[in-house]
């Protein structure tokens, strides 16, 4: 069975940073974070492709963000210049055998998911 496993979401004053873990049980290629805030549908944060070619972010999070592969089972991000509207369920995703250039924050061309790590930006 896959398995992917957020850590690293706490509870902030806005300015702070954070930096959340993903973790999988087997290689995957296309990995990326999106998010979920009570009363919105869940977006696209950023991406990272097989072997740390490429990274996008939404538009939101550009300059504040860093998303990045350790591995092919291994994606974090630092979240720095936190805001309260950062404020969300944080999921981990990934591809295995899908062009990364398609998935981007396309959500329904991801594979796995995890459970989510709560990120909390107090003002």
């Known amino acids: 069975q896959v398995h992917l496993v957020e850590s690293g979401g706490a509870s902030v004053h806005a300015g702070g940073s954070l930096t959340l873990s993903c973790a999988a049980s087997?290689?995957?290629?296309?990995m990326a974070w999106f998010r979920q805030a009570p009363g919105n549908e869940r977006e696209g944060v950023a991406n990272?492709?097989?072997?740390?070619?490429?990274q996008h972010y939404t538009d939101s999070v550009k300059g504040r963000f860093t998303i990045s592969r350790d591995s092919l089972k291994l994606m974090k991000m630092r979240m720095d210049s936190l805001k309260p509207e950062d404020t969300a369920v944080y999921y981990c995703?990934?591809?295995?055998?899908?062009?990364?250039?398609?998935?981007?924050?396309?959500?329904?061309?991801?594979?796995?998911w995890g459970q989510g790590t709560q990120v909390t930006v107090s003002s």
């Open positions: 087997g290689n995957m290629d296309c």
């Open positions: 990272v492709f097989q072997g740390n070619i490429s």
């Open positions: 995703a990934a591809t295995r055998g899908k062009g990364c250039a398609a998935a981007l924050f396309r959500a329904d061309l991801y594979d796995y």
